[in-house]
Nanobody, 123 residues
């Protein structure tokens, strides 16, 4: 089992920045990739970014367009999402997820999920 805990969400004005953190514990050696997803009220869960645990290769959702950066610290079992130039449409609950086998944009490929952290961007 892997446990994931997100932090760093909050209220920010449009154009501002936030850094989300995800702390992983448990059988972290079994993780292949980590992902960030988000879900706004009444909408499906969208892919934000993913990072391969071993070599830090990354993939981003189309809407990110250079505004977000995902990174990881293997020694601390931490994954981060730096979010810049935030827009009101970025408002959502952001989830950290871990996959044992895939680096993927599909939520179904992820085995473990955190509880989520709320990000609210005001206009």
């Amino acid at each position: 089992q892997v446990q994931l805990v997100e932090s760093g969400g909050g209220l920010v004005q449009a154009g501002g920045s936030l850094i989300l953190s995800c702390a992983a514990s448990g059988r972290t050696f079994s993780m292949y990739a980590m992902g960030w997803f988000r879900q706004a009220p009444g909408k499906e869960r969208d892919f934000v970014a993913t990072i391969k645990w071993s070599d830090s290769s990354t993939t981003y959702g189309d809407f990110v367009k250079g505004r977000f950066t995902v990174s990881r610290d293997n020694a601390k079992n931490m994954v981060y999402l730096q979010m810049n130039s935030l827009k009101p449409e970025d408002t959502a609950v952001y989830y950290c997820a871990a996959s044992r086998r895939y680096i993927s944009s599909a939520p179904a490929r992820y085995d473990y999920w955190g509880q989520g952290t709320q990000v609210t961007v005001s206009s």
